[in-house]
């Protein structure tokens, strides 16, 4: 596979942007590669400028449950621009998504959009802070909220993938504000309330956590942070960023059957356009300014772009688009495991919906501990493989894979006989360094394979 082009356009990209890459994952470092620059993209197939394909389970890290430029969407957005693409003023759109958001989500009573999940989730806290009249927070180790201060303390994602969980740059303020549990632990939740009294506005979780990788809740888990928050007084904000319209139409809420306090939203909302939300209950967000006194503000906030393509993509959310997303992910799932027993490699397969995460672990993963267990460097290999075979897997081992509405069974099916060659050098690769770690004492590790 030649990939020139792209190397020579990284090489000039880390002359002008931080690393080459505005996100860090990007950059592929954490897998031993180097990123292809993408050309175009269409349906469930990612095109370089070296004119590969491949078959993409990134999918812009989770907008696209519909695919890449579906034709209907990409009507509605021409359609859209020539009527301007930014306002600064209120349009109908809003007001449309806002209804359709209430209609799916019944807990966000109001909602107010904002450009980005992290701004979704800051400004959240913000209104539970203002609301409690508490300054501390509780988050999970492993959950991602954003790069806001208060969320980069032991926090997933790409913050975990560089091995920077607690990032430099956050004052010690906002990171003694941030308390820490442990996800699938209530007993880890009542420890933290019980050793801060009266001082936690709130507890923010991804009900459904997909940024260590995909680690769904255990039974009764969310039911009993519910109640946990009740007790002490702070609020429970659900960060749908990732699970909102991915677990269902309503949500992982509407799976669970728990109603939130406040919920983060973004991604799907905006179809691969830059937006988030945040929304809830009627009375914390009467707080939020012109109503009352919390300030947040944007310029491109409810941009009449991102809201037309939020609408579209919600308004073809069908309970038919979800049980076909189950099916092929379920496909792809028993297909990954297949294929890693058959070549001897350990692997977990975590899927809930149309997310999945193959774990290079043989134990369970329900949680930061057991999801930082996964040998990465297996994931590396593996992912340096799938690549040369023209499959677009997440470059991290903490991050999940996106099934869309625009993957065929053939395209699984092509995956999974990916997987098979890739777990077979991940195999071979072990094998050979472990006699060779036997006859040598050690050695160098092998060289990334790009
Ligand atoms: N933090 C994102 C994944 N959970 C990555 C965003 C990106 O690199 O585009």
Redesign the pocket.
């Known amino acids: 596979m030649a990939t020139t082009r792209s190397a020579r356009l990284f090489a000039r990209a880390r002359k002008i942007l931080p690393g080459g ?1 505005d ?4 950059a592929f470092t954490s897998v031993g590669a180097s990123p292809r620059f993408i050309a175009r993209a269409s349906g469930a197939t990612l095109f370089d400028i070296d004119g590969n394909r491949y078959i993409d389970y990134v999918m ?3 907008p696209l449950i519909h695919g890449h430029a579906p034709r209907g969407l990409t009507k509605a957005l021409k359609a859209a621009v020539t009527r301007g693409t930014s306002y600064g003023a209120p349009s109908p759109l809003e007001v449309a998504l806002g209804e359709k958001v209430r209609a799916l989500m019944p807990s966000l009573e109001r909602v107010r959009f904002v450009s980005s999940g992290t701004e979704a989730a800051m400004s959240a806290i913000r209104v539970a802070r203002a609301a409690t009249k508490r300054e501390k927070i509780i988050k999970f180790e492993g959950c ?1 909220h954003g790069h806001a201060d208060e969320f980069l303390v032991r926090a997933g ?2 913050a975990l993938t560089l091995g920077v969980p607690t990032s430099p740059g956050v004052t010690r303020g906002a990171a003694e504000d941030t308390l820490i549990a442990s996800y699938n632990d209530l007993g880890s939740v009542e420890r933290v309330f019980d050793a801060n009294p009266g001082t936690v506005a709130a507890l923010i979780v991804e009900p459904i956590a ?2 260590m990788g995909l680690v769904p809740p255990t039974n009764g888990f969310l039911r009993d942070l519910r109640a946990v928050c009740d007790a002490h007084g702070a609020l429970l904000v659900f960060d749908e960023v ?1 699970s909102g319209f991915r677990a269902g139409t309503g949500g992982a809420q509407a799976w669970a059957n728990v109603k939130p306090d406040l919920t983060c939203l973004g991604k799907i909302i905006g179809g691969g356009l830059p937006v988030g939300a945040y929304g809830g209950r009627a009375d914390l967000m009467a707080l939020v300014a012109p109503d009352g006194p919390v300030y947040q503000a944007g310029t491109l906030s409810g941009n009449p772009l991102a809201m037309t393509a939020g609408l579209w993509c919600l308004e073809h959310l069908t309970s038919s688009l979800y049980k076909s997303l189950a099916a092929l992910t379920t496909r792809l799932a028993a297909g990954l495991a297949d294929a890693a027993r058959d070549a001897g490699v350990p692997v977990q397969i975590n899927a809930f919906g149309s997310l999945l995460t193959p774990f290079f672990t043989d134990r369970p993963v329900r949680d930061y501990a057991s999801a930082t267990s996964a040998d990465t460097t297996t994931y590396a290999r593996f992912f340096r493989a799938m690549l040369s075979n023209g499959i677009y897997a997440p470059p991290s081992q903490f ?1 999940a894979w996106f099934v869309s509405a625009a993957h065929s069974t053939r395209d699984i099916d092509r995956t999974v006989a990916a997987a098979r060659t890739a777990f077979r050098a991940c195999r071979a690769v072990s094998a050979s360094t472990s006699s060779r770690d036997s006859s040598t004492g050690g050695g160098a590790p092998p060289p990334a394979a790009n």
């Open positions: 890459v996100s860090p994952v990007r812009s890290w989770g991602y994602s790409g997909g940024n990732i991050e």
